[in-house]
């Protein structure tokens, strides 16, 4: 139970800190929603994104974007799973933050596909797919003006076991601030 007070100071701390960037950076919000996956049981995911002011790195053609999230799994009823510690019935948060890649500029056609990570941090239990406290999230998608297709994985990188990870697809609508 502490641990999760924990995480979700953590999560406050995100959501304010990307509300303290100066009001002239660029900002997209999407809102995220779709199914994911552990193993072959499907359940709902929604996410709240937020990625800022694109920076190039060095002299080369990729460009960067500091990126946060926040999220919400639900959880399963799997019977198999019914005795497990942890189990698939919980309710997970996760606040995320990161890098967005993009590699080309405006005008090419493959500039709206996108590569992200973040480190993240949970709250709400763990289950047979989140098993700590700490995440790791990677999405490959693409991004035009205000809609998105993603395909995203989050797992601990087997620190911890058991780490089945969610893998999901979402769709995001997005508008820019």
């Known amino acids: 139970m502490r641990s999760s007070r924990v995480v979700l100071g953590v999560l406050a701390a995100l959501s304010l800190s990307a509300t303290a960037l100066p009001a002239a950076a660029e900002t997209h919000i999407e809102v995220q929603g779709g199914r994911s996956y552990m193993d072959s049981h499907p359940t709902n995911a929604f996410f709240i994104e937020s990625v800022f002011n694109p920076y190039q790195i060095g002299a080369s053609r990729f460009t960067w974007s500091p990126d946060v999230s926040i999220g919400y799994i639900k959880g399963r009823d799997v019977g198999r799973y019914a005795n497990s510690n942890p189990g698939v019935t919980n309710n997970v948060w996760i606040g995320a933050a990161g890098a967005r890649l993009h590699y080309g500029v405006d005008g090419d056609?493959?500039?709206?596909?996108?590569?992200?990570?973040?480190?993240?941090?949970?709250?709400?239990?763990?289950?047979?797919?989140?098993?700590?406290?700490?995440?790791?999230?990677?999405?490959?998608?693409?991004?035009?003006?205000?809609?998105?297709?993603?395909?995203?994985?989050?797992?601990?990188?087997?620190?911890?076991?058991?780490?089945?990870?969610?893998?999901?697809?979402?769709?995001?609508?997005?508008?820019?601030?």
Not at 115 to 120: E, G, I, L, N, T
Not at 136 to 152: A, D, E, H, P, Y
Not at 165 to 172: D, F, Q, V, W
């Open 109 to 177: 056609w493959f500039h709206p596909f996108f590569f992200s990570f973040q480190v993240a941090g949970t709250a709400g239990g763990h289950t047979q797919a989140l098993s700590s406290s700490y995440q790791f999230v990677s999405t490959l998608g693409w991004q035009w003006k205000n809609i998105s297709f993603q395909v995203r994985h989050i797992s601990n990188g087997s620190f911890k076991e058991p780490n089945r990870g969610e893998t999901m697809a979402l769709i995001g609508l997005g508008f820019d601030i």
